[in-house]
């Protein structure tokens, strides 16, 4: 599964090694996996003004929230399991994480126009939404 690997290496296990034997992730089936993922965002500080919460409810929802309020919310749809639903919020807050790094990256980088839209290009990202973002994050 790509979503298991996106977050072994969210939780720095390269190549899926554990004191040097491949170990298969099991994010998706096993709590026991999914709660190490959980305290790990709970610690996590993206920048000094910004911390995590992640609330598991009773109703097989989750909700990942940053101390700005901003929110990521998977609620329980089709039957899913709330394993199911907080891992697919974990999943969530990473990709929207990485994004948010690249972005400060490339804000923080002196890059030539020709240089940024080609790694706008790469991520599959237009100009436009690069505008966007960088007002957003100007913001914050």
């Not at 940053?66 to 929110?71: F, I, K, L, R, W």
């Not at 919020?89 to 994004?99: C, G, L, S």
């Not at 923080?108 to 706008?120: C, P």
Request: with cysteine.
């Amino acid at each position: 599964m790509n979503d298991n690997k996106l977050i072994a290496e969210f939780m720095g296990m390269e190549d899926h090694q554990e004191m040097g034997e491949y170990v298969t992730p099991n994010y998706n089936t096993s709590w026991d996996w999914l709660m190490t993922v959980i305290d790990k965002i709970e610690n996590f500080i993206f920048d000094e003004n910004n911390s995590y919460n992640v609330t598991i409810g009773s109703a097989n929802y989750c909700v990942i929230q940053d101390s700005n309020g901003n929110t990521i919310e998977i609620i329980k749809d089709n039957g899913n399991s709330k394993l199911d639903t907080t891992y697919q919020a974990v999943v969530q807050f990473i990709k929207v994480n990485k994004i948010e790094v690249l972005i400060s990256k490339l804000k923080s980088a002196d890059l030539d126009g020709e240089t940024t839209q080609y790694i706008l290009e790469q991520i599959g990202m237009d100009y436009q939404m690069y505008k966007q973002l960088n007002v957003k994050y100007k913001t914050k």
